[in-house]
Each structure stands twice: as C-alpha cells, then as structure tokens.
C-alpha cells in the first residue's frame, strides 16, 4: 500500500484545512486507517482512525474539531479539521495496517506510512 498526503499549509487560529491521503495497492481485505501528527519535540501521537466497516475513533484532544473519512471509490481517506488551535501545529501523517480493528497505540503497529503534510496554526 502506498500513502501520499496533501492538503497541509499555513492557517490563523479557528480556521479549517482539510487534510486528504490517496491510497494505491491496496487488496480487498480488512484495513485500518488513520492520521497521525508529530510536534517537533514530542513523540507521534494518533488523531483519528476509521476501519472498513466505518468505525471512528478520534483523540481526545480533536473530537468535535475533527473527522476522519474515507471515499473507498476514489482511493482516498480524509481529515477536516475545523477550530484549528496553535497546538495542533503539527506534521501530519496518515497511515494504514491490514487488520479488521484498529490497532491500540503504539504507532508503529501501523505497517504503511505517508511522507507527511506540514500543519502550521498562528495564534
């Protein structure tokens, strides 16, 4: 499976990006998908996951702010992110592993990786 992310860049404070991720190779199996981000300083954390069968899991710090979405059809998974806040100042990652549930952390349970998209909030 291959990953590439775009739909990063710079935004103020309470404004909205989203976040879009193509997905190329992938077989008719169970998948797991999600987003990821990593501050400079602080270890990759999970934002969002959805499964196959379209289940949703988000941070708590991003609920209600964010959603995950997946368009199987155009290959694609996404994440808006609305309210954005200078703390979610972030490279963003999305990511994906062959399973029926959605793996607990750590993020390196997650077997294929984008080359990530930049996430810059000004207060």
């Known amino acids: 499976v291959q990953l590439v992310e775009s739909g990063g860049g710079s935004v103020q404070a309470g404004g909205s990006l989203r976040l879009s991720c193509g997905f190329f190779g992938y077989g008719y199996s169970y998948i797991c998908m999600g987003w990821f981000r990593q501050a400079p300083g602080k270890e990759r954390e999970e934002v969002a996951t959805?499964?196959?069968?379209?289940?949703?899991s988000y941070a708590d710090s991003v609920k209600g702010r964010f959603t995950i979405s997946k368009d199987n059809a155009k290959n694609s998974l996404y994440l808006q992110m609305n309210s954005l806040r200078p703390e979610d100042t972030a490279m963003y990652y999305c990511?994906?592993?062959?399973?029926?549930?959605?793996?607990?952390?750590?993020?390196?349970?997650?077997?294929?990786w984008g080359q990530g998209t930049q996430v810059t909030v000004s207060s």
């Open positions: 959805i499964e196959s069968e379209g289940s949703t």
């Open positions: 990511a994906a592993v062959y399973a029926r549930r959605c793996p607990s952390p750590p993020p390196s349970r997650y077997r294929y």
